[in-house]
């Protein structure tokens, strides 16, 4: 049996600083619908896809910073997406702030999510690699506080078995890291999802913004091509709150090609048939890990050093 | 002080397989006198450089594969490009089979070597991702019989320090693995020289045939800007007994941008200014490896799995 997974990538463009939820999520519905109508099985929106890219901001009231967290999911403004998204039978993979409590403990993470199509969570993610900074920088024209309003996600990448195939998630910066793609490969993904905000303007090295996109799109090839796997790469776009963000979201096929890639900066999608057999076509070629990786010849990768 | 290290890409056109070795050391001492007017001071060569590329055939007898192999390096043959290279004050770097002999023990590798100024050999590299197979596979067009004509390398990657800054190496399918990179970013490697031999053509998937050229440059690329750090990518191209063999030589930025590309598939030089310390640019920003990475996430990397 052919395993193809028509997959759409819903890119999103800016959302205000005070934009009410349910307004993002109506935008996300009318995605879906679209979805619908091209024969998606799984819907992909991006980062911190219910909100503005709030990390841009110091905030010093821990309250303030909240109002950006979801405590639940799914909560009374997302239901509707659930739901909506149940009654087409289409899975869903987005991106939110999520705050919970374990053992009396207060937990903060850059989270992404899988719904199957029957509307469950089956995969959640915490964000591993946190880029920017901890403290407050004045001297830059916008922050990037993700070190210092979330936690690292503590769990290796790993996907979980939805879709008939092996589905992954990373966030944003983790997919510029080369260990992101090959843990998910070594461990079988075959489809990872991967949502982002990425300002064009990088405060610390200004001198590389014209290099953003193609930045972008070498590290999703790449990763894609070196580990024989589906990449969904999906922006939040636009110009947010001053804010440029790049779009160029984009599928990319086992083999490195880009086989859609969206030609906005707002919300827009694009969707892709990915025969998730494909995958072998170059794991059990070229990239055949058993037998042409030398693992002990990369004794630094996973020491600390 | 500015670091900057004038390099020349010398790609080599094909060689027979009866072209006598003192006929590929005059082109490369003609490429070599080149790169001196263009001020270079090291000149970079392919893989296996001295000969063609001879895993291609399977040949029965050891006596006669050992035929391409160098015992001694410099040796008769290769002298006169030491000679020349020393008198111009250049650095050398190329790819030779090299058959040695350890306590009693017989040793064969595809190696690559980096000379200094002086004619020194300072540096000595034995290949650790052998690509293709052991035994003869008839269906083939042609073989790929290095996993049985060499022993695989048995050091990491890492540099050596000469012309200034931390020079290190790699060859051909290494180029592919991200691994090569960030275990030679990690020791501080800021450019690594890659020859390669590649065909258009690749036997057990004649699909992608059409993409050799785009994963070249991909990986290559990719590798670069994912460490900070200058890749310098040097081809065997053309018609090579029957065999296409890409060319598109290039020397790659440490953000990735290509500065210089061959447009030949013949003996062609190419060069690049590189600033070393550019590196930083990226290393100490972005991919900031104390920073960001997170080598307890990275379980499999280093792993037997």
Same sequence: chains 1, 2.
């Avoid at 008939?164 to 999802?193: F, K, S």
Wanted: proline share 7%; aromatic share 10%.
């Amino acid at each position: 049996m052919p395993r193809h997974l028509v997959v759409g990538a819903a890119q999103l463009g800016p959302i205000a600083r005070h934009e009410p939820r349910a307004e993002v999520v109506t935008r996300m519905i009318w995605l879906l619908e679209q979805a619908a109508g091209r024969g998606c099985s799984l819907v992909v929106y991006p980062e911190l896809a219910l909100t503005t890219f709030f990390p841009r901001w110091f905030m010093p009231d821990q309250a303030e910073i909240d109002t950006f967290f979801e405590t639940a999911m799914p909560n009374a403004t997302t239901a509707p997406l659930f739901e909506r998204a149940k009654e087409l039978g289409l899975g869903l993979s987005f991106g939110y702030a999520e705050k919970t409590v374990v053992d009396g403990k207060v937990h903060r993470y850059n989270t992404s999510i899988i719904v199957d199509g029957s509307g469950e969570i089956v995969h959640r993610y915490h964000k591993i690699h946190l880029p920017g900074h901890h403290e407050h920088e004045a001297w830059r024209a916008f922050q990037h506080l993700e070190k210092r309003y979330f936690e690292p996600g503590e769990a290796p990448f790993a996907p979980v078995e939805v879709f008939d195939g092996q589905i992954g998630l990373a966030i944003c910066n983790d997919r510029r890291w080369p260990e992101t793609y090959r843990e998910h490969a070594l461990r079988g993904t075959e489809m990872v999802l991967i949502g982002y905000n990425t300002p064009v303007h990088y405060p610390p090295a200004p001198e590389h913004d014209h290099l953003q996109c193609f930045h972008n799109h070498l590290s999703l090839q790449a990763g894609a091509y070196q580990n024989g796997m589906w990449v969904v790469g999906v922006a939040k776009a636009g110009k947010e709150e001053g804010c440029d963000l790049i779009g160029q979201s984009c599928i990319v096929a086992p083999t490195g090609e880009i086989v859609a890639q969206a030609s906005t900066l707002g919300d827009e999608l694009i969707t892709a048939d990915c025969d998730l057999d494909r995958c072998a076509e170059i794991r059990t070629n070229i990239f055949d890990f058993k037998k042409h990786r030398r693992p002990e010849m990369y004794p630094l990768l996973s020491a600390k050093v």
